[in-house]
């Protein structure tokens, strides 16, 4: 029999499960109340607009959308895309557009044209892990910086790059998530998108805006787009249907860098050859139709309701000590307990509460994060959202007086 674990790449050999993922597996009970995965709620699904755009495109040009697309993506959909973003204030050519399995394989053929082993890069502390999963995959040497709750402290940022200048090792690129991160739900101010541009520029350094969330804003005023403000082409921006849409499609679009985005394609044609035109097609009649801007109204309504009933639930139950944030949209709140609870020796017992959460640490590539969990609010019902916080607010209580307890026993000679 042929051992694997010694034939493997290096490469391979470090790779690590995703622990969202993992956990999907885990909780998928129907009993447990999941504020775990980042899922969208079928409720947004639109189903019935779906089912009539299939039948249209399966009469309308049946022979198109079953065959092989170009690797950049169809034509009518990037057109689209453009426009819409064009509307949006970021002035992007349908040409530098490039269609993709998801913006997880955005970030993966990222890392495949732009990493060697060990190439430095720069990202939040937390971060979306999905993104250093990938970035890992490519043997990346991941350096951190703050994300406070108006994103990445800027002051350490500089800090940082002045210290891998004198060594060096200068990053390829900053990986960000300005808008609602996933997972602190933190959204970077206007003047500080600025200075993250300067000081990118400073350094000749490209940005990987990741922006899968800035549809879903409930609450106050659109802060300007990175790409937007770039007028030194340093800046690739990546967005999804996956949240606007349905993330079983996996279509999402990438643009920034024309060399940049010609070397993602090529790298896609040995990948996967093209994306889901029949996927493609769906997501074009879906913008060209005026579906999408309805339905995203929809789903802001919808998941708007459940932002505040859970804000409210964890003013109701969580206990003194816990504190959390309260995003102006997206999709999670994040949590931060007393230091000296550990969210992932938690994990168990709310599980035996029957409710579940991400533990924060998995946001971390360094050591951090160890009394934070992220909390999902859009894929449970409002009645789900109310119980679940109710029990998770007794299972942190009780720790809380455990940890209490023992801290005040005498210490045994
Ligand atoms: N980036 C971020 C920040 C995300 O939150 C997600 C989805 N959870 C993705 C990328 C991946 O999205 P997609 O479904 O488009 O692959
Ligand atoms: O892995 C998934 O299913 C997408 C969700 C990501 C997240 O929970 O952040």
Known sequence: MINFEEEFSERASKMKRSEIRELLKLIQKPDIISFAGGLPNPKAFPVEETRKIINDLLDEKGEKVLQYGSTEGIGPLRKELAKMMQGRDMDVDQENILITHGSQQALDLLS??????????????????????????????????????????????????????????????????????NPSGATMSAEKREELLEIASEYDLLVVEDSPY???????????????????????????????????????????????????????????????????????????????????EDIKELYNKKRLTMLEAMEEHFPEGVEWNRPNGGMFIWAELPEHINTRELFDKAV????????????????????????NFTHSSEEEIKRGIKALGKVIQEEIETMDVEEESPISP
Request: hydrophobic fraction near 40%; proline fraction near 5%; aromatic fraction near 10%.
């Open 112 to 181: 495949k044209v732009m990493l060697d082993p060990d190439d430095t890069i720069i990202v939040g502390s937390p971060t979306y892990l999905g993104a250093t999963g990938a970035f890992r995959a490519f043997e990346a040497n991941m350096e951190t910086v703050p994300v406070h709750k108006d994103g990445m402290d800027m002051e350490m940022l500089r800090r940082k790059l002045g210290k891998l200048k004198n060594k060096g090792k200068l990053p390829k690129f900053i990986y960000v998530v300005l808008t609602f991160q």
């Open 352 to 375: 035996d509460e029957k409710v579940a959460y991400v533990v924060g640490d998995a946001f971390f590539v360094d050591d951090g994060g160890y009394n934070t969990m992220r909390i």
């Open 214 to 296: 800035s549809h879903l804003r409930y609450e106050g005023e659109e802060k300007p787009h990175l790409i937007s403000m770039d007028d030194e082409d340093r800046v690739l921006r990546l967005e999804t249907f996956s949240k606007i849409l349905a993330p079983g499609f996996r279509i999402a679009w990438t643009t920034g860098p024309t060399d940049l985005i010609e070397k993602m394609c090529i790298a896609k044609q040995a990948t996967d050859l093209c994306t889901n035109p029949f996927g493609q097609y769906v997501a074009y009649k879906y913008i060209a139709e005026g579906i999408m801007d309805n339905h995203i």
